[in-house]
């Protein structure tokens, strides 16, 4: 029998000690009021726009950021966080696999996003120079960051987000194995029902399994002997 090599970093345990299940439902909830407050922060911007609107002379640019539209569409995609971790939560806490899939896929697209980031940072470094210059005078340490040689600010920027990659990773498997986790303890269930009760089997009886079906048109026994 050979070993799947997913195999390998299938574990039901995360953080040491906790669960994997345990540990989906407590991620999801987090999830859930990270973007909780996020929808409640958008939705009182839309109700007192006057102040949270941030103009073209704070930002430095030629573009309102925080206008009616983006704000929507940050609502929107808050409100849709929410029901996907929700959906991760019940089904880890529910034994549900199908409902912790639109979670694992999430975690899919924005560990792909953040490589996409640290590969375009390699590839085109003034890109954090041009990032820089955009942010507005008040910014926090700008001068200081700014002041960085160009290999020295790259190899910082990149540590951090490799920092961020692998912590995705590893909540990204957590996942994965609450998952299969999941699936397993399905498949075990119905097994056990299974055999503990009599009328689920469809077994066929000895009797017909044994039964060698009879040949038509074969000639009797006495037709043989002639006189």
């Known amino acids: 029998m050979t ?6 970093f299938y574990s039901t345990s995360c953080c040491l000690c906790c669960h994997v299940r345990t540990g989906t439902i407590i991620l999801g909830v987090w999830y859930m009021l990270i973007n909780a407050v996020v929808l409640l922060i958008l939705l009182t911007a839309l109700g007192d726009p006057e102040q949270y609107h941030l103009t073209s002379s704070d930002l430095a640019n030629d573009l309102d950021v925080m206008d009616d539209a983006n704000m929507c569409i940050g609502s929107a995609i808050s409100l849709l966080m929410i029901l996907i971790c929700g959906m991760a ?12 899939i639109p979670f694992f896929c999430y975690q899919i697209f924005d560990f792909a996003l953040n490589t996409l980031v640290a590969v375009s940072i390699v590839v085109y470094p003034n890109t954090i120079q041009d990032y820089l210059q955009q942010l507005p005078d008040n910014f926090p340490y700008k001068e200081e960051i700014a002041a960085l040689s160009n290999v020295c ?18 909540l990204l498997a957590c996942v994965w194995n609450c998952y299969r986790y999941v699936c397993s303890r399905g498949t075990a269930e119905i097994l056990l029902y299974v055999t503990t ?8 009886s000895y009797d017909s399994s044994v039964r060698v079906p009879t040949k038509q048109g074969a000639p009797p026994s006495s037709s043989a002997v002639t006189a």
């Open 89 to 100: 939560t019940y089904g880890a806490y529910k034994l549900r696999a199908a409902w912790i």
């Open 3 to 8: 070993t799947s090599p997913w195999d390998y």
């Open 153 to 170: 600010m790259v190899l910082v920027v990149l540590l951090f987000i490799s920092c961020i990659l692998a912590f995705k990773a590893y």
């Open 197 to 204: 009760n009599d009328t689920t089997v469809l077994l066929p």
